[in-house]
């Protein structure tokens, strides 16, 4: 089997395509798509840092960095919670939330045009299957 044939190629290349796509078009914006995930992470109550590694799948050293860019670029602040001063919680300034917005509509804009092109079942299979491929990495990694 040629490596072009695997399911891996075709999950890989498209998640590639649409990093690009994301980019370019954040790029307009002085974001990254990684910026505008995380900004569209953190909700107006605050986030906890700790929270949003997982959500993005990054180790914590590199979320570090992401948020000490973001917070150079004045999109968010942070400011220890208030009951649990062991908690540092993320926060979006206002350039922050002008920020999120154009993510969310970008992404909203983008989930239209796929809506709109592909057929309602055929997604429906689609997440199906992502579904179980992320639940087969699991148990392919413990069996190794």
Known sequence: MKLEETVDYHIKTTW???????NQLAGDFEMSQTIGYVL???SKEGTPATKIAPLMGME???????????EDKGYIYRRG??????IVRIYLTPQGLEKKKIARD???????????TIKE??????VKV????????KDFKAEN
């Open 16 to 22: 590639h395509a649409l990093a690009r796509m994301y």
């Open 40 to 42: 569209i992470n953190i």
């Open 121 to 126: 079942r055929e997604l429906e299979i689609l």
């Open 60 to 70: 914590p050293t590199s979320l570090s960095r992401l948020l000490k860019n973001m």
């Open 106 to 116: 970008t992404i909203l804009k983008f989930n239209e045009k796929v809506l709109s």
């Open 81 to 86: 919670d208030e009951t649990d001063k062991r």
């Open 130 to 137: 992502l579904e179980q491929i992320s639940s087969l990495t």
